[in-house]
């Protein structure tokens, strides 16, 4: 899940695409992802498929953060 929300996220940079993206990202976040929610975090922090939100992309990168699962791996 987290992959193929990857993908379309870097590979694919129509707008189309990241919000299928934001899609996949935010039913793995419903799971807990820390990727998932770094990802998302991103996507609000530079407005890829929805509007530039900073303390919604602030917010998912620190519950990224502050999750069990080590983002990098």
Request: aromatic share 16%; with cysteine; proline share 0%.
């Amino acid at each position: 899940m987290i992959r193929f929300g990857h993908s379309l996220l870097l590979w694919c940079r129509c707008q189309k695409n990241y919000i299928k993206a934001r899609k996949w990202f935010e039913k793995a976040t419903i799971q807990g992802l820390a990727q998932a929610q770094f990802y998302l975090g991103y996507m609000y922090r530079y407005g890829d498929g929805m509007v530039k939100d900073h303390q919604k992309a602030e917010e998912w990168i620190v519950k990224a953060y502050q999750s069990e699962e080590i983002i990098g791996e």
